[in-house]
C-alpha cells in the first residue's frame, strides 16, 4: 500500500517536471507565447470544436503587429506562428536553407510510399526535387494538356447525365464528387497512364482507394497523432502510416504500367513517361532501402512514392478548387455571366472551338476568378517548416532552436480584413494586376513559395481551369434548396474541406 503511494508520487512528480519542463520553453526563450495546456498543448478542442485555422485565427489576432512570432504547442512539439510578412519572406525565401525540411513523417524503408517528395527531407529532398523539377515545364504541362482536354469531354458527358437524373430532384447536383471523379480520372491517366474511368462509373477502383487514402488509417487517432507530432521518433521506431493493401495497390499500378510500356515501346507523354526516363539502370545499384542514392536513378519503390504523391496532391486540391469556384460562381451570378463571356470568346477563336493550352493562358479574367478562389479558400490552410540548425531571427533577439515547427497561417493572412478589405466578399478585381502589384508578394501564398512551393502548381492551374472551361460552357450554376449558405467547412481533415459535400441546382444551357 505505502509503496503504491510512493510509487503514485514519484510518477507525479516526474510528470509534472517533464510537463513545466516542455511548456516553460517559451518563456525560457523569451519568445511571445499563448499559455498552453497538460498534453494537447495549444490544440484543444482541435477536430471537435475547431479547425486548425481557427487555432491559428486565435493567435493571429492574439500577436498579430505585437510580435513578427510567437509560441505555441501541437501537442508536445514547441512550434512557432509567423505573422509578419517579411520575416515569412525570409523563412520561405532568403533564409531557405535554414528552413529546408517540413518535419512531416516519412520512412521509406519500412514504408514506401512515404518516400515522396513532400515528406523527404535534407540531401534526399533536395536530390529528388532536382530530379523532378523537368517534369513540370510549362513544356510538358502543354503536352499532357491535350490529355486533360479529352477527360474534361467525360466530364461534360457524366454532368449532361447526372443534370437529367437530377431533374427529378429540383436539379440539385452534388458537385464535388463529379469534380473529384474529373480529377481523379486526369491524374490516373497521367500519373498511371490508367484509364481509370471513374468518370463513367463511380464506384471505380481508382476512386475508390483515393477515398481511401483520406478516410482510411493503419492506426486509431491517438497513434496517428503521436506519429505526425514525433514524426523523427516514429521513424526510428520503423513505424508505418499506409495499410498495406493501399501500398500494394499504387506498387502493382505503377509496376504494371511501367512493364506495359517498356514491352510495348509505348509513349504517351504523361508523368509516368517522365519517372521512366528517370529510372535507375540497376535497381540494386540504386541502393533499396537504407538511404536513397539518386545519382543512379529511380527504382520502382521511388516511382511509386513520387506517383502516388502526384495523384494525393493532384486530384483533392484541384476538385476542391473547382467546386469551390463553381459555388461562388453560383452564388454570384454577374461574375459568372462575365467568365462564361470570356471563354465564349476566346474559343471562337480557335480551331473548331477546341480549348487548347495557349487558349487558356488568354483566360485571364477566369485566371482572377481562380486566385480569389483560392485566396478565399486556401486548400492548404497553412505552411509548415522547420529548422535545421539554429536560427537568429533578423531584427529581433529571438533564437530558434533546430527541430522548432515554423507554420505560416496562409488562411488567416488570406482572411485579414487589412490585407483584403471585406474579406468574405468574392472578388475577382483583387487580382487585377494593379492591385495585386501593390501587395506584399507574401500575402498570397495558395502554393506556398520558395524553393519548396507546390511543384505542381502550373499543371493543379490548367487542370482546374479545363475542367471549369468545359463545365461553364455548357451549364448554368446556380442556388438550390440545398446549397448551404454560408458554406460549411469540416474541422476534421487538415486541408480545406467542406462537411457535406457542395449542392448547386445545375442546368443545361
Ligand atoms: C490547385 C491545386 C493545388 C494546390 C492549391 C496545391 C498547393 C500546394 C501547397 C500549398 C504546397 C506546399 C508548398 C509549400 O510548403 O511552400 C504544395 C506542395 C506540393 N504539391 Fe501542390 N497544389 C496543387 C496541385 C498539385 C498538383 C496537381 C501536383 C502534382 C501533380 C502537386 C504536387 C505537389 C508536391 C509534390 C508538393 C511538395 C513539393 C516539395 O515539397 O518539394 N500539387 N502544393
Ligand atoms: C529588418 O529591418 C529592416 C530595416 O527596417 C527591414 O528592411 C527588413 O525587412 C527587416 N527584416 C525582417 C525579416 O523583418
Avoid at 314 to 319: A, D, M, R
Wanted: charged share 25%; proline share 5%.
Amino acid at each position: 500500500m505505502l509503496l503504491t503511494f510512493i510509487l503514485l508520487g514519484v510518477v507525479l512528480a516526474l510528470a509534472s517536471i517533464f510537463y513545466l519542463n516542455v511548456y516553460s520553453y517559451w518563456a525560457r526563450k523569451g519568445i511571445p507565447y499563448e499559455t498552453p495546456l497538460p498534453l494537447v498543448g495549444n490544440m484543444k478542442g482541435i477536430g471537435s470544436k475547431y479547425h486548425f485555422r481557427d487555432i491559428n485565427q486565435r493567435i493571429y489576432d492574439q500577436f498579430k503587429g505585437k510580435t513578427p512570432l510567437a509560441g505555441m504547442f501541437t501537442f508536445l512539439q514547441r512550434t512557432v506562428v509567423i505573422m509578419d510578412l517579411d520575416l515569412i519572406k525570409q523563412v520561405l525565401i532568403k533564409d531557405f536553407n535554414y528552413f529546408q525540411d517540413r518535419g512531416a513523417f516519412n520512412n521509406p524503408r519500412d514504408d514506401p510510399l512515404t518516400g515522396h517528395l513532400f515528406s523527404l527531407e535534407g540531401e534526399e529532398w533536395r536530390a529528388m526535387r532536382q530530379k523532378l523539377t523537368p517534369v513540370f515545364t510549362s513544356g510538358k504541362i502543354k503536352q499532357m494538356s491535350e490529355i486533360v482536354v479529352k477527360v474534361g469531354d467525360l466530364l461534360v458527358d457524366s454532368m449532361d447525365k447526372t443534370v437529367k437524373t437530377a431533374k427529378v430532384d429540383h436539379g440539385d447536383v452534388e458537385i464535388k464528387d463529379i469534380c473529384a471523379r474529373f480529377t481523379t480520372d486526369v491524374i490516373g491517366s497521367c500519373a498511371f497512364g490508367l484509364e481509370c474511368n471513374s468518370l463513367q462509373d463511380p464506384n471505380a477502383e481508382f476512386r475508390a482507394k483515393g477515398r481511401m487514402i483520406f478516410e482510411r488509417r493503419r492506426h486509431p487517432k491517438l497513434i496517428q497523432a503521436f506519429l505526425f507530432t514525433n514524426a523523427k521518433l516514429a521513424k526510428k521506431l520503423r513505424m508505418k502510416i499506409f495499410p498495406d493493401d493501399v501500398t500494394e495497390f499504387f506498387m502493382s499500378a505503377v509496376r504494371n504500367t511501367v512493364d506495359y510500356r517498356l514491352k510495348n515501346n509505348i509513349k504517351r507523354n504523361d508523368f509516368i513517361d517522365q519517372l521512366i526516363e528517370l529510372r535507375a539502370e540497376n535497381e540494386e545499384a540504386a541502393g533499396k532501402g537504407n538511404g536513397i542514392d539518386l545519382s543512379k536513378g529511380l527504382t520502382l519503390e521511388q516511382m511509386a512514392a513520387q506517383a502516388f504523391v502526384f495523384f494525393v496532391a493532384g486530384f483533392e486540391t484541384s476538385s476542391s478548387t473547382m467546386s469551390f469556384c463553381l459555388y461562388e460562381l453560383a452564388l454570384n451570378q454577374d461574375i459568372q455571366k462575365r467568365v462564361r463571356e470570356e471563354i465564349e470568346k476566346v474559343l471562337s477563336n480557335t480551331e473548331g472551338g477546341e480549348i487548347t493550352y495557349d487558349a487558356l493562358a488568354e483566360m485571364t479574367y477566369l485566371d482572377q476568378v481562380l486566385a480569389e478562389t483560392l485566396r478565399k479558400y486556401p486548400i492548404l490552410p497553412l505552411l509548415t517548416r522547420e529548422t535545421n540548425r539554429e536560427y537568429k531571427v533578423p531584427n529581433t533577439s529571438f533564437i530558434l532552436d533546430k527541430d522548432t515547427r515554423v507554420s505560416i497561417p496562409v488562411h488567416n493572412i488570406h482572411h485579414d480584413p487589412e490585407i483584403y478589405p471585406q474579406p468574405e466578399k468574392f472578388d475577382p478585381s483583387r487580382f487585377e494586376p494593379e492591385a495585386v502589384n501593390i501587395r506584399h508578394p507574401m500575402a498570397y501564398l495558395p502554393f506556398g513559395d520558395g524553393p519548396r512551393n507546390c511543384i505542381g502548381l502550373r499543371f493543379g492551374k490548367i487542370q482546374s481551369k479545363i475542367g471549369l472551361a468545359v463545365l461553364l460552357r455548357r451549364f448554368k450554376f446556380g442556388v438550390s434548396k440545398r446549397t448551404e449558405i454560408p458554406l460549411i467547412l469540416g474541422l476534421r481533415s487538415f486541408t480545406l474541406a467542406t462537411e457535406n459535400g457542395i449542392h448547386l441546382k445545375v442546368e443545361s444551357i
